[in-house]
């Protein structure tokens, strides 16, 4: 068939999105119902609350992708849908719901690593793109360097041995006094700050591992600020959001060039969340590789990534059983 169309749904954390994508790298609609402000008053997502609103916005969304796309269920020629990695219970409403439209449309089921899918929002971004590329997924919840040889082909090369990178950023925001999610918040405060004004350390310089740890990072944070908060100096807290934000982005990259010199890799390309951050693109745009960056819309969660994963792996593998299972840690 020449024009592939698949809907694809994605619900692993807190937004409820849904996606019309053809060949895997033309985006027909892109809808998410954000559940942002109503997790913010928790400072962080509350799992059984993101669970209940998938439920419910779900229906709506998928309906709007269809007519933002401009299609009926039975133009669509297959279904995607994230089994993982994330809140198992946010994804088991995808992937029931997904499920549920195969079975009664009578289409296949291809069932997306949501790690593949951040990674895939580039071959929408850069329509030309092929593999094989450096991809430096940075998320809320991951922090890999991984070695794309292909489609569907994926050689880890480095991880976080503690925290992710967008997990330090909610949390130094948290500290700051900043609202949930952090990192959008961090990075607009840090624009007003010095970045040499504090010097926090980096962990595993000169290792030969490419692996990261934050954690250490972010409790040097929180030290320096209840220290100084304790004698009652007075801090600008946009001095610490730039520290902080050049000590996380400079480390990222450090090890992430390093990668990509030791593979003989010329071709650099940013994934996840916390790719939508200006700091991290400027210092990524440093390292003398071709560079490339997913649009800002599909660097945080959304389907449309899904939907372009979902069209390689449809070319490659059978489609899904219907005894799909959602699984909260499927590994790349
Ligand atoms: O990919 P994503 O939407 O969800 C996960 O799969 O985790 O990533 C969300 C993470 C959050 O930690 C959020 O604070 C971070 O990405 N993030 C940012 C920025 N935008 C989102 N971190 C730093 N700077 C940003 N501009
Ligand atoms: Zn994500």
Redesign the pocket.
């Known amino acids: 068939k020449e024009n592939v169309r698949i809907l694809a749904i994605e619900t ?2 807190d937004e409820t999105a849904a996606a019309v994508v053809e060949n895997g790298r033309r985006v027909l609609s892109n809808t998410l119902f954000t559940q942002i402000a109503i997790h913010a008053e928790y400072g962080g997502v509350v799992p059984e609350i993101a669970s209940r609103n998938h439920l419910e916005k779900l229906p709506y969304i998928v309906d709007q992708a269809l007519r933002e796309a401009g299609c009926t269920f039975g133009e669509i020629d297959a279904l995607a849908v994230t089994q993982g990695p994330g809140l198992v219970g946010a994804l088991l409403n995808g992937v029931s719901y997904a499920k549920a439209l195969a079975f009664s449309l009578d289409k296949p089921l291809i069932a997306v690593n ?1 790690m593949e899918g ?1 990674i895939s929002a580039n071959y929408i971004t850069y329509p030309e793109l092929e593999p094989p590329f450096l991809c430096l997924v940075v ?3 991951h922090t890999n360097i991984v070695k794309v040889e292909d489609y569907g082909r994926y050689v880890p090369l480095g991880a976080t041995r503690d925290d992710a990178a ?2 330090a ?2 949390k130094v925001a948290r500290i700051l006094g900043l609202p949930y ?4 918040h ?2 607009k405060l840090a624009e007003q700050g010095d970045p040499d004004a504090y010097h926090f350390p980096k962990s595993f310089r000169g290792e030969h591992h490419l692996d990261f740890s934050f954690s250490g990072l972010k409790t040097a944070v929180i030290n320096l600020v209840h220290r100084m908060e304790q004698r009652g100096e007075s801090f600008n807290p946009a001095d610490v959001a730039a520290s902080f934000q050049k000590t996380v982005v400079r480390t990222l990259m450090e090890n992430t060039f390093e990668a990509a010199r030791r593979e003989h890799i010329k071709r650099i390309a940013l994934a ?3 790719s ?2 200006a700091a991290l693109r400027e210092e990524a745009a440093r390292g003398g590789f071709a560079l490339y960056l997913p649009k800002l819309c599909y660097c ?2 959304n389907a449309a990534m899904i939907g372009s994963a979902a069209y390689y792996r449809m070319l490659q593998s059978p489609a899904a059983q219907l005894s799909l299972n959602a699984d909260p840690s499927l590994p790349l």
């Open positions: 692993s954390c949501h951040h998320s809320g919840g967008g997990e950023f909610d999610p952090g990192g959008p961090l990075q996840g969340g916390v939508a951050n945080t969660d």
